[in-house]
């Protein structure tokens, strides 16, 4: 399963290790990050492919996404 707008993923480096994110963007081996808390969609973490975890959840995600849209996605699928 490929990486693409939408993911769950995991990080597995850096300060974030263990925590989990929605991919907003896939860029030339970056993924740029958001769980609508420390990383808003406005301004979301750029990570290297690398150094992510993908699960096998992919959620629709549309230009309109709040914050919350993300931290109630991200809850449900913690549950």
């Not at 693409?4 to 974030?16: E, T």
């Not at 808003?40 to 290297?48: A, E, F, L, Q, T």
């Not at 150094?51 to 959620?59: A, M, R, S, W, Y």
């Amino acid at each position: 399963m490929e990486i693409c707008k939408g993911s769950l993923v995991y990080s597995r480096a850096g300060r974030d290790k263990g925590e989990l994110f929605l991919v907003l963007k896939v860029e030339n081996g970056y993924v740029y990050l958001t769980d609508g808390d420390l990383r808003r969609v406005s301004k979301p973490k750029k990570k290297k492919i690398l150094h992510i975890n993908k699960t096998n959840k992919v959620l629709e995600v549309n230009d309109n996404m709040t914050d919350s849209d993300v931290k109630k996605a991200l809850q449900e699928f913690v549950k």
